[in-house]
């Protein structure tokens, strides 16, 4: 996938997806866990970060 194609969440919008709070998202983006690209002062986090991380999330599960 191509800059162009990708596409970026808020931390609000991750935490909805995730049915976490936007404080959890804070702390896997500062812990290295969830990639995100920092403007100014907020949070972006490409939406295939926050799909490979459920996935990996499930496959521990499983």
Do not use: K, Q
Request: proline fraction near 3%.
């Amino acid at each position: 996938m191509s800059l162009a194609d990708a596409r970026f969440l808020t931390v609000a919008e991750v935490a909805d997806m995730m049915r976490v709070s936007r404080m959890t998202v804070y702390r896997l983006v500062h812990s290295g866990e969830l990639p995100a690209i920092r403007f100014g002062r907020s949070f972006r986090v490409p939406e295939s970060a926050v799909e490979a991380a459920i996935e990996n999330h499930v496959a521990e599960l499983g």
